[in-house]
């Protein structure tokens, strides 16, 4: 299917219901033992899931579609072919490496580099989450490499077009979807994220690390982009991280230390496994670790 059939039909799942709460991931997914399959009441409560969020998110990202490249988030994992292997990658060369081209899509022969930072072995034949997946730029490639992939979003329109353009193994949910979600507890190995915590504050990173929490097996990896500003250049909107969300920027950078995330991890029973600080990249990033038991 090319990119203008997939944009016509984006636009009639938008207008449809089934954009809506009731839209599932195709595929069954992974059997949990570990928790019960109602989700946890503090947890619930934890995760905010108003509906302006969601619509405040599909507005961000059809912005992004009128003043960035849609491509590479429109193009189906048909057209993907992988061009590396990965497992013996370090995280720095996996944040540069480009995992798939592309072929048959006219003016489109990579998707570029991966930009996460974890280790190829904590992907190849793994379980995989990305909370905050977008529209499914990592997933249709991770889903090729990966044993499976949940991706979890706020954004209906994005995760429309994730579904469209993912492999099978590939499972996406809505956050409020969470009787859906909490069927893959204890059954992730991995979660990353790509330009994700960098918008997040501290009230945010709570809930968020408890529901990795929740879906990571014990002493799975959490992988986190903070954002680490360098004085040498220009800064956008960046707030500390106890500020409240920035209702006129909801793309903004929230800047956490070392000691805030710590105590963060802390809370929600993940330790601090590595730091690593790159100015040129304006990242810090951060491995957790879920406590075993």
Known sequence: M???????????????????LNMR???????????SQSPDSTLLDSIPLDQSLTDRWDREWLTYFLTENPRPFLVDHHHLRLIDNVRRKEAVEIYNT????????????????????????DLVRKNVLEIGCGPGFLGKQLGMIA????????????????????????????????????????????????????HQNYENLLWILQLAYM???????????FYQGN????????????????????????????QEIEQAAKEAGFTVQNVT??????????????YPG
């Open 25 to 35: 991931a195709s595929g069954q997914p992974l059997k949990s033992s570990h928790l």
């Open 98 to 121: 480009a995992l798939v081209s592309v072929q048959g899509v006219e003016g489109l022969l990579s998707l570029g580099a991966l930009g996460i930072w974890v280790k190829g072995a």
């Open 215 to 225: 879906l990571l097996k014990p002493g799975g990896l959490m992988s986190a982009d």
């Open 2 to 20: 090319d990119i203008k059939n997939k944009l016509a039909n984006l636009s009639q799942l938008v207008r449809s219901s089934a954009l809506g």
């Open 277 to 290: 600080d790159n100015l040129d990249l304006q990242r810090r990033f951060v491995f957790f670790i879920k």
């Open 147 to 198: 044993a499976a992939y949940v991706g979890i979003d706020y954004s209906k329109l994005a995760l429309s077009i994730a579904r469209l353009t993912s492999p099978p193994n590939c499972f996406y949910y809505h956050l409020a979807d969470l009787s859906q979600i909490t069927q893959h507890a204890g059954t992730m190995d991995t979660m990353v994220g790509r330009n994700f915590f960098i």
């Open 231 to 258: 004085p040498a250049i220009p800064q956008g909107v960046v707030h500390l991280a106890r500020n409240k969300l920035d209702p006129r920027y909801p793309s903004c950078a929230f800047e956490f230390s070392i």
